[in-house]
């Protein structure tokens, strides 16, 4: 089986970051540890150097009259010493000859080609060490053989190539190892969820609008899930929407036309009989159908650009009092008409920021449904006020109290409530709720004691 893109790339990256990481402790280690190291070394490499002169120097003293080549004490020494390093340890004249030594054959070729300015100069010893290509250690200590003569105590170690960081670095390969295969279940974790998301996309795209995604967890691709889940159900309630929408529309548009194919052939047969009377009746009511056509074609227009934001807001400063008593300057013929008494409250005294044509449609639309839905000689109620510096209007009107489900109900396209007598689209509210949306608003309903209360608060505000 191919393993996932996704997949590769995950294990990757989580080897790219652990190698750089143990690069880093590499670094680190081999940074601390060898300064450590060659401190300590330097303090116990002093500490042997002076026991070593002070051993050879009482070898020598306690058979003054024996030279120093033909000390049997001081030979078993060095045998005892070389053995004890594992190296080879001899003693020199101050001319360079060999004196004693504790191994056979020849001094070590390597020590012949060390010049004395790559010696590292401590004070009681010199030493220089080659981890490149032979791995040697040599040192060597001045010894008093004589009276009058300093010769040097020498003492060569051949090392094995493999040492300390070798044996570091070997171990945090391996630990790297022992990662990078565990991070390979960490990887098919995170990306077999994965899988199930796209699993469910392409599920949803292809109609099945029911199915969820069953990925569990509290970590980003858990809430991704859920996220995802959330938009597939707000695109279920869009879809399902969107197609009530279209019947409503098309059954909203069949009536009128109705009506229109009626008065038609009513006018038809008329004219056939060469009778005149009511021609103009029916040519009226036809005008009213198409009216009402218009009207209708006009507001779910707006409707669909308000959903799709195409209508620009253009906020200007609006004195809110002005913009409703101009509107219920307009309601007046009706209001007088039904002999309704409206009360108002307008204290709003400083301008608010907004669009004046979409918050005159809004309002506009609250105001004449709180006239058409009122009783004759009832009360419609207006007011106005501020809560924590943003304008609130509610408008009151005596129509019965409405359920729950209508209260939430009634800003959606082409509803009507059961105890709704007069006609209309059904869309001004929509479109009124869209508005005040647009404006960072909201708007509500609610009973109340006066009767069926809409309040909409507008959260932008110039002081």
Not at 171 to 176: C, D, T, V, Y
Not at 321 to 350: A, C, F
Request: aromatic content about 8%; proline content about 3%; overall charge positive.
């Amino acid at each position: 089986m191919r393993p996932a893109k996704l997949y590769i790339k995950i294990f990757l990256s989580f080897v790219l970051v652990l190698i750089i990481t143990e690069i880093l402790i590499f670094g680190l280690f081999i940074f601390s540890a060898g300064r450590i190291f060659n401190s300590r070394f330097e303090r116990y490499a002093k500490v042997q150097a002076s026991m070593i002169n002070d051993f050879i120097k009482e070898k020598i003293k306690s058979e003054p009259e024996i030279h120093p080549a033909e000390n049997k004490s001081l030979q078993n020494f060095l045998l005892r010493l070389g053995k004890t390093y594992d190296a080879k340890v001899w003693l020199t004249d101050s001319d360079g000859t060999v004196l004693l030594k504790s191994f056979q054959g020849d001094i070590p070729v390597g020590v012949a080609g060390i010049a004395k300015d790559r010696m590292k100069d401590y004070e009681q010893f010199k030493m220089h060490r080659n981890f490149k290509r032979r791995h040697f250690f040599y040192i060597t200590i001045p010894v008093e053989i004589s009276n009058s003569e300093t010769g040097s105590f020498h003492l060569y170690e051949n090392m094995k190539k493999t040492h300390i960081e070798g044996a570091f670095a070997l171990g945090l390969a391996g630990i790297g190892i022992i990662i990078a295969i565990l991070i390979i279940p960490v990887s098919r974790l995170i990306t077999k969820r994965i899988k199930l998301l796209k699993a469910s996309a392409i599920r949803i795209a292809e109609g099945d609008l029911s199915h969820r995604v069953m990925v569990k967890g509290k970590d980003e691709i858990g809430e991704l899930g859920r996220s995802f889940n959330r938009m597939a159900e707000e695109l279920g309630k869009m879809i399902k929407g969107g197609r009530e929408l279209t019947a409503n529309i098309s059954h909203e548009l069949r009536s009128p036309l109705a009506r229109i194919r009626i008065a038609q052939e009513l006018l038809g047969e008329k004219l056939e009989r060469n009778e005149y009377n009511d021609l103009d009746r029916h040519l009226c009511d036809m005008q009213e159908d198409v009216e009402e056509l218009d009207r209708l074609i006009g507001n779910i227009l707006l409707l669909s650009k308000l959903d799709i934001h195409e209508t620009a807001i253009k906020l200007k400063p609006i004195d809110l009092s002005e913009l409703l008593n101009e509107i219920l300057k307009h309601l007046k013929p009706n209001i007088s008409r039904r002999n309704l008494h409206v009360m108002t409250s307008l204290y709003v005294d400083q301008p608010i920021s907004g669009d004046m044509n979409a918050l005159k449609t809004a309002f506009s639309n609250i105001l004449e449904n709180a006239v058409k839905f009122t009783p004759e000689n009832d009360h419609v109620i207006i007011k106005t006020c501020f809560e924590e510096n943003s304008p609130v209007i509610t408008v009151t009107n005596s129509f019965k109290a409405l359920t729950d489900e209508e209260l939430t109900r009634i800003f959606e396209p082409f509803y009507r409530t059961e105890q709704s007598s007069a006609s209309g689209s059904g869309l001004g509210l929509a479109i009124t709720k869209k508005i005040i949306e647009r404006h960072k608003g909201n708007i509500r309903a609610e009973n109340s004691p006066d009767g069926l209360k809409i309040i909409v608060r507008l959260t932008v505000y110039v002081p």
